[in-house]
């Protein structure tokens, strides 16, 4: 069992930067790949970025990458999603996932999840 807390969301002006982050409980945290979703109002959860196990492989959505990094601390149980030049479109409710398998999909859908943060972009 892995519990997800999400912190770091907020308003910020477009252009603007941001850094989540998401600390998990368990002793089992390096076991388990991370990333990040998101679920915009009146629309369906989107993949956002994903890492793996060891942190050493990375995969985004095409519409962050570039401007979204996700990385990860096993030491402290973190995992973060450092967001520059931020788009009113990238306005969303954000939620940390977690899973025993590592996933380079937009399409799969993780075991654990947090109870998100809000991310919002003003225009």
């Known amino acids: 069992q892995v519990q997800l807390a999400e912190s770091g969301g907020g308003l910020v002006q477009a252009g603007g930067s941001l850094r989540l982050s998401c600390a998990a409980s368990g002793r089992t945290f390096s076991t388990h790949a991370l990333g990040w979703f998101r679920q915009a109002l009146g629309k369906e959860r989107e993949f956002v970025a994903t890492?793996?196990?060891?942190?050493?492989?990375?995969y985004y959505a095409a519409s962050v990458k570039g401007r979204f990094t996700i990385s990860r601390d096993n030491a402290k149980n973190t995992v973060y999603l450092q967001m520059n030049s931020l788009k009113f479109e990238d306005t969303a409710v954000y939620y940390c996932a977690a899973d025993p398998t590592s996933w380079y999909s937009g399409s799969y859908y993780p075991r654990y999840w947090g109870q998100g943060t809000q991310v919002t972009v003003s225009s």
């Open positions: 890492i793996s196990k060891s942190g050493g492989v990375t």
